[in-house]
């Protein structure tokens, strides 16, 4: 039973450049949420989608930023021309919401960007 | 709004001691409770959780009661060990799509 998985795991890319974060929710989980992490700070929420809906997008820097999750295929986070300042560890989580157990939300191992 | 209040850290301990982390939250209706914990390096595994008041959650030695009437969920274990130096992290989900929002985290270290 595969988990939450990111890709790229790190990513090196040139200011100006385009960042694309893809994401693929555990099996059978319905809701996406990213999540932002610079260099010994705490987590920073972004952006939480189910699919082909946004449901609260109000952690979402409002340009170069955008985020979807389409009825098939990964979640994607694009940054445009990117600057250094984006240079973190981006997390994804996926949870599935029964409405009995609370919204447990299960994390992948994350992708670094580097903006040179 | 929702939110999560955990202690600041670092916090350093020998191996052996008795750990507590605290954490209190605010939230509309009845949330879920949950304590995360990040390795250097790797994203969040969840450790513990709690759906209802007065619900204990436990898992590898560490564990954390749903408190209502303090609105807390302070982790505890009995005896740290080396291995658990890691980032602690207290959440919580509430609300019509059980957003889940996060406390700020609390580094442990533990020293032999």
């Known amino acids: 039973n595969a988990g939450v998985m990111q890709n790229p795991r790190h990513l090196v890319r040139r200011r100006g450049q385009e960042a694309r974060l893809r994401c693929s929710p555990m099996?059978?989980?319905?809701?996406v949420y990213w999540y932002r992490q610079l260099p010994e700070e705490g987590l920073k929420f972004m952006v939480y989608?189910?699919?082909?809906?946004?449901?609260?997008e109000s952690g979402m820097p409002k340009e170069r930023f955008s985020a979807e999750f389409p009825k098939e295929g990964p979640s994607i986070l694009r940054i445009q021309q990117v600057v250094r300042g984006d240079s973190a560890a981006y997390f994804c989580?996926?949870?599935?919401?029964?409405?009995?157990?609370?919204?447990?939300?299960?994390f992948g191992e994350g992708s670094w960007l580097t903006v040179v | 709004g929702n939110s999560v209040t955990q202690m600041e850290g670092p916090v350093t301990l020998s191996e052996e001691a008795f750990l507590t982390i605290n954490c209190t939250y605010t939230?509309?209706?009845?949330?879920?409770l949950f304590w995360y914990v990040q390795y250097p390096g790797e994203g969040l595994q969840l450790l513990l959780k709690?759906?209802?008041?007065?619900d204990k959650g436990s898992n590898k030695g560490f564990e954390a009661t749903y408190r209502k009437e303090t609105t807390s969920f302070h982790l505890e274990k009995g005896s740290v060990q080396v291995s658990d130096s890691a980032v602690y992290f207290c959440a919580l989900s509430s609300g019509g799509y059980q957003k889940v929002t996060f406390g700020t985290g609390t580094k442990l270290q533990v020293i032999p």
């Open positions: 709690a759906t209802k008041a007065d």
């Open positions: 099996k059978g989980h319905s809701h």
């Open positions: 989580a996926s949870s599935f919401l029964d409405g009995h157990s609370g919204n447990t939300i299960y």
């Open positions: 989608l189910q699919k082909e809906n946004i449901i609260d």
């Open positions: 939230a509309t209706g009845y949330p879920s």
